[in-house]
């Protein structure tokens, strides 16, 4: 079974500085998707970055980026520029690429809050 | 639609009551998902659909917990006799093909709360 752990419950940071979510995870599987998921007041949860596991290349998408450490099976996040918008709730998560591997497992999510 | 719709936004039902959530797709997406996310927690899966069939209901927490897609598009998910701890957000995805190689749209998602 895969385990997703996000050990900063909170975190805030000052409007245009930089921040980083920290996630660790468990596995024995070799090929796997990592994601950070986006959760505003809205509910909706929607996907900010997708890494995935055989790729050594850090994914990035325009402020967001990860620092992908296979081998210590750590996912963090920098948010560079933190703008008012990015006030959230963030979830890593994971998905198997092994034959019916088709849930998300989730951590119990940190607390972005940005301060103007 | 433009989105994943879930209908009612909120629900509120008094324990040992029936209640059932809809889950409008993307159109054409063939995987479903439900996912119930309690508070302070993230998403927790409950149940995958690919067309009409379950493909994965291992995570449904028991028997009073039911969810159907009968034409391959819109999903009902069923609760009989509601509990207190069945209260939470009922979220749904979909996508175009199951796994993690093509994105999952999320709906807004259904809060539920047993009185």
């Known amino acids: 079974a895969q385990t997703v752990t996000q050990s900063q419950p909170e975190m805030s940071v000052q409007e245009a500085e930089t921040v980083t979510l920290s996630c660790t995870y468990d596995t024995s599987e070799s090929n796997y998707y990592l994601f950070w998921y986006k959760q505003p007041p809205s509910r909706q949860m929607i996907l900010v970055i997708r890494?995935?596991?055989?790729?050594?290349q850090n994914a990035t998408e325009n402020r967001f980026s990860v620092n992908f450490q296979k081998a210590a099976k750590s996912f963090s996040l920098k948010i560079s520029d933190s703008q008012l918008g990015d006030t959230a709730m963030y979830f890593c998560a994971f998905i198997g690429l092994r034959a019916g591997s088709y849930q998300l497992t989730f951590g119990k999510g940190t607390k972005l809050s940005v301060i103007p | 639609g433009a989105g994943v719709s879930q209908t009612p936004s909120n629900k509120v039902t008094e324990k040992g009551k029936y209640v059932e959530l809809r889950c409008d797709p993307i159109?054409?997406?063939?995987?479903l998902y439900w996912y119930r996310q309690s508070l302070g927690q993230g998403p927790e899966f409950l149940i995958y659909?690919?067309?009409?069939?379950?493909?994965?209901d291992s995570g449904l927490p028991n028997d009073r917990f039911f969810a159907v897609r009968p034409e391959g598009s819109v999903s009902t998910l069923k609760i009989q006799r509601t509990e207190r701890g069945d209260s939470a957000v009922y979220l749904c995805?979909?996508?175009?093909?199951?796994?993690?190689?093509?994105?999952?749209?999320f709906g807004q998602g259904t809060r539920l709360t047993v009185v």
């Open positions: 890494q995935e596991a055989y790729k050594q």
């Open positions: 995805a979909s996508s175009l093909s199951p796994g993690g190689g093509t994105e999952a749209f």
């Open positions: 159109s054409g997406h063939t995987a």
């Open positions: 659909f690919q067309g009409t069939g379950a493909a994965d």
